[in-house]
């Protein structure tokens, strides 16, 4: 069957993707792309057949899988923060005030969360990556047991808008934003990208995988949906 104008639905679905499909004259190839609003969108060259089409969205999977984890994360639209004693910024789910001191590192005390006079974003983007990396590896631990992977090491690092990554050779990353959220919410970060080393795509394994470790998943991943519009994320920690 050829792609055409007239006689294709305009809709592809290939599992559980659907693809907006649109004809143009001027295409010599297929360009396929994750929208901002995470749909996804194919323009193709007249004559090609849908069996191709979906052939190369098939081959593509792991990269659109990527894109969408990327757009449906972090939000893209973040609060700003000022970096005056007051302000809130959040800890593993709780908001800790900020209090500006003379001097010194970026440090919990008392309750209060203690910028250096002339600190900013880059202090405390620091300190958020200072105390995640001890801790989430402590955490990260048990999951590693429990689901009888192979992690080969974790970083906490700036993702742009994507919670974790991770890499054949066993690599975790995180991004260090999540320390923001509330320790339950990372546990569901961490199995995720645990379970991306047994599988790289987003098919139904790889959601049996989370769903044997993590009963009941659904509502963390909802959760987290919500929780990423309302993390700080400053343009030099991303």
């Not at 052939?55 to 000022?82: F, I, Q, S």
């Not at 991004?175 to 995720?192: E, F, G, K, N, R």
Request: charged content about 30%.
């Amino acid at each position: 069957m050829l792609v055409t104008v007239s006689d294709f639905p305009g809709v592809l679905h290939v599992g559980e993707l659907r693809i907006a499909v649109s004809v143009s004259d001027r295409r010599k190839s297929v360009r396929l792309t994750v929208e901002r609003d995470a749909s996804v969108t194919a323009v193709v060259p007249p004559g090609i057949s849908k069996n191709e089409l979906t052939r190369m969205v098939e081959a593509k999977r792991p990269w659109l899988y990527g894109k969408l984890a990327e757009k449906r994360d972090l939000g893209e639209n973040p609060p700003e923060k000022e970096y005056v004693s007051g302000e809130g910024f959040l800890y593993l789910g709780r908001s800790y005030r900020l209090r500006i001191v003379d001097s010194g590192d970026v440090r919990l005390s008392r309750g209060r969360l203690e910028l250096a006079e002339g600190g900013g974003a880059r202090d405390l983007v620091r300190w958020y990556r200072r105390v995640g990396d001890p801790w989430l590896r402590r955490r990260v631990q048990p999951w590693v047991s429990r689901m009888g992977t192979e992690m080969t090491g974790l970083r906490v690092r700036p993702l742009g808008y994507r919670w974790g990554s991770c890499s054949q050779d066993g690599q975790v990353n995180i991004h260090w934003a999540t320390m923001q959220l509330s320790p339950t919410l990372i546990d569901y970060v961490l199995v995720h990208e645990l379970a991306h080393l047994r599988r790289p795509d987003h098919g139904p394994e790889f959601w049996r995988i989370v769903e044997r470790t993590m009963p009941g998943y659904e509502d963390c991943r909802e959760r987290l949906r919500r929780a990423g519009n309302d993390l700080w994320l400053p343009e030099g920690g991303r």
